[in-house]
């Protein structure tokens, strides 16, 4: 038989049964050499394709993350007897390739049972398998997100050239509008669990929800809009595997970038991958504005920083342990320190004593009003000082179907306002003369009460980063 046709009768058997699940290199065989506008398709420094971009993004990682691995087997140690259910419900989203058969059977997932397959983390065969049903509604939380059954796998383009997937996966391409929403995104960026020792239900992590309550989607901004950012111009969505268009083709646009940066930009550098850390520095560049008011009254200077949150979601999102403080200094005329807060102090690794700090953050509490760390014993916020998104409005929520989800501020210090998409933090510096003001913005992936010693961060990366600084002066 020729190579050809026995390639082609090859394709066929595998047109007919198709894997549920591929791994992420047969996607790669068709979907890496792409190159950006003016770039080559041999080069690959200037290639945007969407395997090429995965593979160095958190999605790729997400059932490799060190962290993510330690602070399951955190949850775990404090509540042995759930091991099972609470790994089950981590691989959910982390391991989604191993999870949703096991679901589907009625069964459990451990982390032991993660296959090569599983390891590759949210890989292209799921997020492209999802179905539209339920997306956005509460059954579709948590990982709770609904595969096809008829050998489809979804794009974002009309008329799609499906012979090369057919005959190598068995997959047809299909257009399919839900893709480009950011309902599909909420399956896994909304995370619900049911407190230990309490009752009903605690929202863990809620970008989707933050963002659906927010102006981002009455102005057509979507998840993916800032998170899989268009290329400028039209691009080919496909190679042939030696590289160069398949000849039935034509540019597409928009062309979505697999960046999937977000804001760790720790482990990242924990793992050594320079390209997925510069991804998160800029990302989190991008998150938000400072500016600084100053005015005086008799011998006191009042200071308001201005934070303005450039995201779609409240700054910082999604995981607790993250934080966002300001840094501000006042030095009189001879360069003198006459003010601090919200310093760095490397020698308890935590931020410095000091007057009013300002931290933008959530902090939980369990059943019994205790502060806790542990994601499955929290009950209630007993603080959450994020800054909502612009134009944020809780009762959008319930327009939208979903009632029961507060996601308001708690326990907001008497120095700090948080009107819709930003934040005025306010000091009182005692001075008669003129004065140079500094703030700065710094941020943790990791703060110092979410570490944990089976993931231990180098000293070099235990500090913040400065994402944004301004200073002026007032005579």
Known sequence: MRPFLFLLVIGRLVAQEPARFL????CALCHTRIPDAGGSWTDQAGWVGPSHLWKNSMMAHAAQDPYWRAKVAFETALAPRESRAIEDKCLRCHAPVDQYP??????QLALSGMTALGREGVTCTICHQIEAPGLGRAE????SFTLGTKDRLYGPFADPFTMPMLHHTGFTATEAAHIRQAALCGTCHTVITHPRGGQGEFVEQAPFLEWLASEYPRKGTTCQGCHMPALASAQYIAHRPPGGAFPPTAPRSPFARHLFAGGNALVPAVLGNGEMQS???????????????????QDVAIVSV???????HKLPTAFPSR???????????AGKVVFETG???????DIADGPDPVVFEAQYADANGRPTVSLLAAARYRKDTRILPAGFRAGRLAEAGLHGFELGPVAVPANLELPRGSAIATFRVASRGPLT???EALFQTIQTSHQLPAFPIPAQLRGPVSLARVATALQ
């Open 102 to 107: 096991k679901r589907a059977a009625n069964e």
């Open 23 to 26: 791994p992420a290199g047969d």
């Open 343 to 349: 310093a760095w102090d490397p020698a308890a690794g």
């Open 323 to 333: 934080r966002l403080w300001l840094h501000l200094v006042a030095k009189d005329s």
């Open 279 to 297: 991804r998160a520095r800029q990302q989190l560049d991008r998150a938000l504005k400072l500016d600084l008011k100053l005015r005086r009254e």
């Open 306 to 312: 201005l934070v303005t949150n450039l995201t779609g």
């Open 140 to 143: 579709s939380f948590t990982g």
């Open 437 to 439: 003001f500094e703030a």
